[in-house]
């Protein structure tokens, strides 16, 4: 049981690496309906389980915006976060990967600290708040794994983000 | 901008008062490769001379491949097969001077070609046309059939240091990452090739993420750095075997980076800790490792100097990335980058003498050339995207990567002048980008 449900995270993972769609997790093998309304916060009705990480990507939001070159938090970041907070503590067989991404607008290298950097605020935020770090930890993508693709700051804002990724606990 | 008007200006004005292309028709065959240089010299190089059967082939595509080189320096021009009046014939028959002067060919290059067993001979001249005399001495390299771009590689290298008095870079290779497939999901593989993008040949496979190859001098191996454990770890790989294994480090700890050290046993390169990312070096033969740098800042893409004492980098400690230059053992570092802008992965030139680096000013890339003290920046390109500089062998040419615009966006190699003239893209059978430029072979 516990190895399908690994399985299953992965297949999760890679569908989120291959696609950019914000319902992605809709088609995947996580059951969406196999619970509702047992947590508090969602409408009643909702498909979602909100045990489930696709709850946690769409419903509290799995991922945190940058300004340009800065790793630090806005206030819309830090709500977010809290709710990633939340959910982590509820749903403790889970562990997360923080995944730190730049825009194009610099050099390969500079980009993997700086994504570093972004996804280590997460983690320190997350941890600060009381999540284990041993449930955490963190990598960059630098500028290699865009979302939007337009040269545009409307894409590039989109790009320099912080996602952070359930996975099944693999710690124990 | 204005540092790229500078450096044009530079150019005429020095051309104009020491024209260096020596186009007396006395003297010595001779190019001084100075940033004066704007007259191509004129060169002629028949088919070479097929000395056993059904080499008619083979000779003609070597005597192309040296004119591609030659030309391609922007050094040379060829004068066209067409234009020729003499045929050559027979490589030991007396050249007809007059035929070649006659159309301002200054230089010829005459060559025959002979097979046996798939054992290729190829033999060349040089002449000094106007002198009626020849250039250095006849020379020949032999092969394999199926090496027979890297013999017409060594005749053009020949003819380049001949007529130049440097060493040449044409038989040398360059390792890259070869791209394919939208920016959204773009698969990256390692491949190696030809300077000239011929020979392509992968390293890996495509299933993990790889980045930014570095040829170690010998160009023997290549360190870069692979996804294949889900976080960007350094590794190394055997070109001759393509065997690749992790260096040494910690698990779940980002490495990335690395280039050698001039001796071949050292790696230097960045390492990551909480948010706080910076240089480590390590024997590769122990797996020993030394932390150079420790500001709470991001310090990256370290180079070291030929001579391997010391290393320039590039950090943000100041607020934005500029470039800094450290004894090879850490400690101290001082700035060396003090114009507009951001500066990036900076690599100490094989002669020692310069610093070529990227540069992010007014929302415009740019590959750029210093002196190792910071002095005398020149600004060779402009572009949406451009990154990556990497020298050629000699010191003299720059290949570096450029992305364009758009969601359409992909990513090519260019080689330049450090100059700034000879702006040319290489052909690449994919997108290409993070080139390092391997030694002359």
Known sequence: ????????????????????????????????????????????????DPRSPAYFQQTVGDRVLFAVDQSTLSPEARATLDGQVQWLLTNSDYNAVIEGHADEQGTRAYNLALGA??????????????????????????????????????????????????????TG | MKQIIASLLAVFLTAVSAPSVALAQSGPLRIEITEGVIEPLPYAVPDFVAESAGGQQLAQQIARVVAEDLTGTGLFREVPREAHISQITSFGSPVQFADWKAINAQALITGAVSSEGGRVVVKFRVWDVFAGTELGQGMQFAGTADGWRRMAH????????????????????????SESGPKDQRAKRLAVMDYDGANVQYLTGGNALVLAPRFSEDGQRVLYTSYETGMPRVHVLEVGTVQSRILQGQDGVMSFAPRF????????????????????????????????????????????????????????????QQLYVMSASGGEARRISFGQGRYSTPVWS????????????????????????????????AS??????????????????????????????????????????????????????????
């Not at chain 1, 708040?129 to 693709?149: D, M």
């Not at chain 2, 003819?159 to 390792?175: H, K, L, M, P, Q």
């Not at chain 2, 010191?395 to 080689?415: D, P």
């Open chain 1, 1 to 48: 049981m516990r190895l399908t449900a690994k399985l299953t995270m992965l297949m999760a993972v890679l569908a989120v690496s291959a696609c950019t769609n914000a319902n992605r997790f809709d088609n995947d093998a996580v059951d969406l309906n196999a619970a509702t309304g047992s947590a508090g916060g969602i409408l009643p009705g909702s498909a979602s």
């Open chain 2, 154 to 177: 060594k005749v053009a290298d020949q003819v380049y240091s001949r007529i130049t008095g440097e060493s040449g870079y044409f038989d040398s290779r360059v390792v890259f990452v």
């Open chain 2, 384 to 441: 949406f995207l451009d990154e990556g500089p990497t020298w050629a062998p000699n010191g003299r040419v720059i290949m570096f990567a450029r992305e364009t615009q758009g969601a359409q966006g992909s990513s090519s190699l260019y080689t330049v002048d450090i100059s700034g003239r000879n702006l040319k893209r290489v052909r690449t059978p994919e997108g290409a980008s993070d080139p390092s430029w391997g030694p002359l072979q």
């Open chain 2, 350 to 381: 094989p002669r020692g003498d310069m610093i070529a680096f990227t540069k992010q000013n007014a929302g415009r890339f740019h590959i750029g050339v210093m002196r190792t003290d910071g002095s005398e920046e020149r600004l060779l390109t």
């Open chain 2, 261 to 320: 050290a001039p001796n071949g046993q050292t790696v230097v390169y960045s390492l990551t800790q909480g948010s706080n990312t910076d240089i480590w070096a390590m024997d590769i033969a122990s797996g020993g490792s030394r932390q150079l740098t420790s500001a709470p800042s991001i310090e990256t893409a370290p180079s070291y100097s030929p001579d391997g004492s010391q290393i320039v980098f590039e950090s943000d400690r100041s607020g934005t």
């Open chain 1, 117 to 170: 950097r972004r996804a280590n605020s997460v983690m320190e935020y997350l941890v600060a708040q009381g999540i284990p770090t041993n449930r955490l930890r963190f990598v960059s993508y630098g500028k290699e794994r865009p979302i939007e693709i337009c040269s545009e700051e409307s894409c590039y804002a989109k790009n320099r983000r912080a996602v952070t990724i359930i996975s099944a606990g693999l």
